[in-house]
């Protein structure tokens, strides 16, 4: 058993995304700075509505998978499949553009305070033309366990093995086999996990700093900055002298080329110019239902 180190440190940097919203990115600043499978990872934090209210109007989506995950706030989704849903706090959407969406996400509040992130997951060169498909996860159907070494995780993706408690999230049987925690530790409290070796793996604390590597040698991990693990079988993390509040991201990296323009991801120039033409033309996306 070989216990992963923090092997790189992507600070987020402030951006800007949408109509105006204001966050902070990590994974996507360049095409440097991915993780495959992982694009792009963003973090919207603020009580100003002058920072989301103008939200994401209409925009096109191929060749990848979108997950927004809400810790607070409250925005609706709509996309031109006929797909709606609210995104409280606490849920979280699932959303595989395939051959092409067109959606909205926009906030239902002015004022309050919004807070979350939105993932980028690429998809394999066989799904990348694959039929379109949303899932609204509710935050009652996204287990939430409580750690043997304390704290606790809410499983949004994938198995989590809690000391050979195991806790299934409600998104399964993706072909990155994808693992997405959220979890919370206490002052102290220490977290370790087992992740198939050929797995990418990356952390993002968001409240406090993350320990990375067993006691002896661990390395620190800033919030608001993604940490890439190096390969290994084995994750060993703590909380230090304050609680900590991180996302555990880990997923089978496709080894594909990637060729993205905006919201366009697939694996060459020529697919990307015909999904521009696409969306051009009205033909990016299947009929609308009915």
Known sequence: MSTRT?????????????????????????????V??????????????????AGFPAHPHRGFETVTYMLEGHFLHEDNLGHRGDLRSGGVQWMTAGRGIIHS?????????????????NLPAREKMKPAAYRDLQPETIPQVELAGGGSARVIAGTLDDGGRRIDGPMQGLSTAPRYFDVRLPAGARFAQDIPAGHAVLAYPYVGNLLVGPAADARP???????????????????????????????QPIGEPIAQYG??????????????????????????VR
């Open 6 to 34: 923090l092997q790189q440190v992507i600070p987020s940097i402030a951006v800007s995304d949408g109509a105006g919203v204001k966050l902070r990115r990590s994974l996507g600043q360049s095409p440097a700075q991915r």
């Open 36 to 53: 495959d499978p992982f694009l792009m990872l963003d973090e919207f934090s603020s009580d100003d509505p002058n920072d989301y209210i």
């Open 105 to 121: 996400e926009m906030p239902q509040q002015e004022h309050g305070r919004v807070h979350g992130f939105q993932l980028w997951i």
């Open 221 to 251: 991990l800033r919030a608001r900055s993604a940490g890439v693990f190096s390969f290994g079988t084995r994750i060993d993390v703590a909380a230090g002298e304050q609680e900590v509040r991180f996302l555990l991201l880990a997923a």
């Open 263 to 288: 919201p366009f991801v697939m694996n060459t120039r020529e697919e990307i110019e015909q999904a521009i033409a696409d969306y051009q033309h009205g033909t990016l996306v299947e009929a609308p």
